[in-house]
């Protein structure tokens, strides 16, 4: 599908250094590429050839980042390292990684779903060099093309009435000003989630989100209220053709297609958080169309529809969190929400917007941004010449490059081909998602859908990395492999991510 742009070379561990200090790194680094190749030997699809070479990795030792890192770096980072022995990556290009030792990683992670076209896409970075060049900031307060510009592209790819562009930095930001502006609307103050939600790491979006783990024992989040998460694997309700996915739970279901007892249940508990834990008027509710880090969480078809219809008749509006599975990534539409047949009065985006540079969006209707404008608000970063300019090449080139279709059958083929695993391994519960945004839910056995425990999850993505794949986790137990690769990926590279996967399952079974 791509062009690569870098010459055609060979490794460059494959290539003679010279002497001293140089021919020192290169034997070990060749070491490093040697050692991954003897643990990949015995796969029944290998690693798919790549015509880019990284350069050579020259920085500082790895004993010396990990110094740094301890001493310098926020206590957070050493708790977040994924991995039992870190990974020290050096470059990337499109869906490939490469450590400071050489060895070669297919990324299945983007970034947390970030990455939405590859690493140093050659169109973005073209992009971004140009920008540079010609203006990198200034602020919003001035009137430059590059913000009207984006604007007006990104609104084409929404349905009215939301045709009205906030610029921010981070998802966090986008959701703490979202709820800002449905306060400010409706005159009303209390916002709904679902549990096991994840909106943001900030003060405000900290009492959005739903999980523990993000959570600090201090005054956030004043008027956040959660209602129970449709999950039809883990939750109480749930059957076989609840969902939106080319996989369905094997959970019995005496539900005929066009009605779903599940959603009924759920839609339940949402009546009775109205009815007992809020003001009679509401200002908001919040929902990812599908739950990213929650565990990539799909909820019964109508679900969002109705609750939506609850919300606006209790006077608050509907925001869809879109951070994550927005840009194509679900491949059916453009939006996840739209696959709900919904239309939010807020959509808030960030991640693959733009493609791993920091920016964020909130946009909305007239309306709303009519009773926003009745204050100020600046943002100085947000919009910046540099952001718009990259995140227009992005919506080009998702376009341009068909990455919206790829997701679609690539993702659909991963799906299937995961199914199949769920149905040979007693630890693979369940299987769900849409497009490439995809969850992978392991538990000790299919009977008690207990989580699978943490060391066992470690266990197996570690050895999915020594393998060549990088995977990410979120559950609320941690129990869930997500899969949310650059949308460029190929049907060979999800086969040998397939192939890793069912070795790691595999050897994790043996060891037992």
Not at 241 to 253: A, G, M, W
Not at 263 to 273: F, M
Not at 348 to 367: L, R, W
């Amino acid at each position: 599908m791509y062009k690569m742009f870098a010459p055609v070379k060979a490794p460059w561990w494959a290539r003679r250094a010279g002497h001293g200090v140089g021919s020192m790194l290169q034997l070990q680094r060749q070491s490093g590429a040697l050692c991954q190749e003897a643990v990949m030997k015995n796969l029944r699809v290998q690693m798919p050839s790549c015509n880019f070479s990284p350069e050579t990795y020259q920085g500082m030792s790895k004993e010396r980042m990990l110094e740094i890192r301890k001493l310098n770096c926020n206590a957070m980072t050493m708790k977040v390292t994924y991995y039992k022995k870190p990974l020290f990556i050096h470059q990337g290009f499109m869906q490939w990684l490469w450590d400071v030792d050489g060895s070669r990683y297919l990324d299945m992670f983007a970034g947390v779903a970030t990455v939405s076209l590859g690493h140093c896409h050659p169109k973005v970075t073209k992009a971004a060099q140009e920008q540079l060049q010609r203006l990198c900031h200034t602020s919003a307060i001035y009137v430059y093309p590059e913000i009207q510009e984006y604007a007006e592209k990104l609104v084409s790819h929404l349905p009215e009435p939301l045709k009205v562009v906030y610029m921010t930095n981070s998802g966090s930001e986008a959701n703490d000003l979202a709820l800002l502006m449905a306060r400010l609307h409706t005159g009303n103050f209390d916002a709904i989630t679902l549990r096991n939600s994840y909106h943001g790491g900030s003060p405000q979006a900290m009492g959005l989100t739903s999980n523990t783990v993000y959570k600090y024992a201090v005054a956030s989040g004043l008027g956040c209220y959660n209602t129970m998460c449709p999950d039809v694997f883990r939750g109480p309700w749930g059957g076989n053709h609840c969902r939106d996915s080319p996989v369905q739970t094997v959970r019995d279901c005496n539900c005929s297609h066009d009605q779903c007892q599940a959603n009924g249940r759920y839609i339940e508990q949402l009546k009775d958080v109205l009815a007992t834990s809020v003001h009679n008027r509401i200002a908001a509710f919040f929902a990812e169309p599908i739950q990213g880090l929650g565990g990539t969480i799909q909820y019964p078809k109508n679900f969002l529809k109705e609750a939506y219809k609850l919300v606006r008749e209790k006077g608050g509006i509907c925001i869809a969190d879109e951070v994550q599975t927005g840009f194509g990534r679900t491949g059916s539409h453009f939006w996840a929400f739209q696959a709900h047949d919904v239309v939010p009065d807020i959509v808030t985006m960030a991640k693959g917007i733009a493609n791993g540079f920091p920016m964020a969006a909130v946009v909305t209707s007239e309306e709303i941004a009519r009773t926003f404008a009745k204050g100020l608000h600046f943002n100085t970063f947000g919009g910046n010449p540099l952001a718009c300019s990259i995140a227009s090449t992005v919506l080009d080139t998702i376009k341009e490059e068909r990455l919206q279709e790829n997701s679609a059958i690539v993702g659909t083929h991963l799906l299937n081909e995961l199914a199949k695993l769920r149905d040979k391994y007693e630890i693979v519960g369940d299987v769900r998602g849409k497009g490439l945004h995809v969850g992978v839910e392991m538990v000790k056995d299919k009977e008690s859908r207990d989580p699978l425990p943490s060391d066992a999850m470690i266990e197996i993505l570690e050895d999915t990395k020594d393998m060549g794949v990088l995977i990410g986790r979120g559950g609320i137990y941690g129990q869930t492999f997500r899969i949310q690769p650059p949308m460029c990926i190929t049907k060979d590279d999800a086969d040998f991510f397939l192939a890793v996967f069912d070795q790691a399952l595999h050897n994790y079974t043996e060891r037992r």
